[in-house]
């Protein structure tokens, strides 16, 4: 089914057209007005066929972990960047699960150990 999909978006101009902008170094590339449903498969279509890792930026973090479920179908290793959670009380013992996230996907990413990293606005600028 999948391949049948990717069919359907090789098909359209305007995907061709993308897919050469990015070939050429034109990004970042902004693509809108598909439904929500298909986003996930323009992506991994997009990035099947252009042999690359990705960067998702979604708005909020529930959709970041909701994108992952489901490009967890198409790619081995599919990481979501998530926002520091800050603690704005003097705690003498905190949980540093957050952290600790965000430093395993820097790692993954460093190494190379990612196909697709998603994330949010917010997290990137900390």
């Not at 391949?3 to 693509?31: D, G, M, W």
């Not at 042999?51 to 994108?67: F, M, S």
């Not at 979501?80 to 905190?94: I, L, T």
């Not at 460093?110 to 997290?123: K, S």
């Amino acid at each position: 089914m999948t391949e049948e999909i990717a069919r359907q978006f090789a098909a359209e101009k305007e995907y061709r057209s993308l897919l050469e902008s990015v070939k050429n170094k034109h990004t970042p590339c902004v693509v809108s007005g598909m439904c929500e449903s298909s986003r996930p498969f323009f992506v991994a279509s997009a990035l099947k066929d252009l042999g690359q890792k990705g960067l998702i930026v979604v708005p909020e973090e529930k959709d970041a972990y909701a994108l992952q479920r489901v490009l967890s179908a198409f790619f081995d290793k599919v990481l979501v960047y998530p926002v520091r959670d800050f603690v704005f009380e003097n705690v003498a013992a905190s949980s540093r699960e957050w952290e600790h996230e965000r430093l395993n996907v820097l790692k993954a990413v460093c190494d190379n150990r990612f196909d697709v990293v998603i994330t949010v606005p917010d997290a990137l600028m900390l």
